[in-house]
Each structure stands twice: as C-alpha cells, then as structure tokens.
C-alpha cells in the first residue's frame, strides 16, 4: 500500500505561483508513474503533467504548458508541480496519483494509488 499526501495549495491572486508537493509513503517504489490531476466543481478529474519514473518524459494539458512543471525527487520520494502564471480557470482541488504502469498515461482508471487533494483558489 503507497500512501500520498499533497501540500502547497492555498488562495492567489490571478499571475502568482505556487508549488504543489506530494509524499509519498508505505511501500514505496521509484518506477511508479507520478501526475497530478484536478478536478474543479461540477467536472471531471482530469490529468494536468504527468512524469515517468526516471524524469525523464513528462506530459502535460494544454491549459498549463509553459506555465506548470512537473518535478520528482526519488530520493525523497516526493513529486512536486511548479505552477506559475495561475489563471482563475486553474480553480480545482488537486490530486497527486501513482500508477504501476510504466509509460505515461493520462487515464485516471490506470492509477493505483490517491492523495486526499489540495484546494488551489485563484482570484481575479
């Protein structure tokens, strides 16, 4: 069992940055697939970056190239989401997630293990 616990989500204004972290604990494995999803009310959860276990392909949604990197420490088992330019429409609690397959994917039916999620709040 992988336990993931995300941090650094708060409210911004409209142009700021935050760096989202998420640990990961249990019986840990640096091959695992990382993301991090989000999930705004009323719509699905969807897939923002995601980063394969040696860093070294990485995905991410349209809304947020160029503006989001996606990052993992194995050492200290932890990925982090670097998010700068936030725009109001990146509003969502956001998800840290796991997944034994070894190639990136984007498919939420694919990933084994959760965080509780992170509020992220932009303001105009």
């Known amino acids: 069992q992988v336990s993931l616990v995300e941090s650094g989500g708060g409210s911004v204004q409209a142009g700021d940055s935050l760096r989202l972290s998420c640990v990961a604990s249990g019986r840990t494995y640096s091959r695992y697939t990382m993301a991090w999803f989000r999930q705004a009310p009323g719509k699905e959860r969807d897939a923002v970056a995601v980063i394969s276990w040696s860093g070294g392909n990485t995905y991410y949604a ?9 990052s993992r420490d ?51």
Request: one cysteine or more; hydrophobic letters at 30%.
């Open 74 to 124: 194995n050492a200290k088992n932890t990925v982090y989401l670097q998010m700068d330019s936030l725009k109001p429409e990146d509003t969502a609690v956001y998800y840290c997630a796991a997944s034994i397959v070894t190639v990136i994917t984007t498919h939420r039916e694919r990933y084994n293990y959760w965080g509780q999620g992170t509020q992220v709040t932009v303001s105009s």
């Open 62 to 70: 349209d809304s947020v190239k160029g503006r989001f990197t996606i």
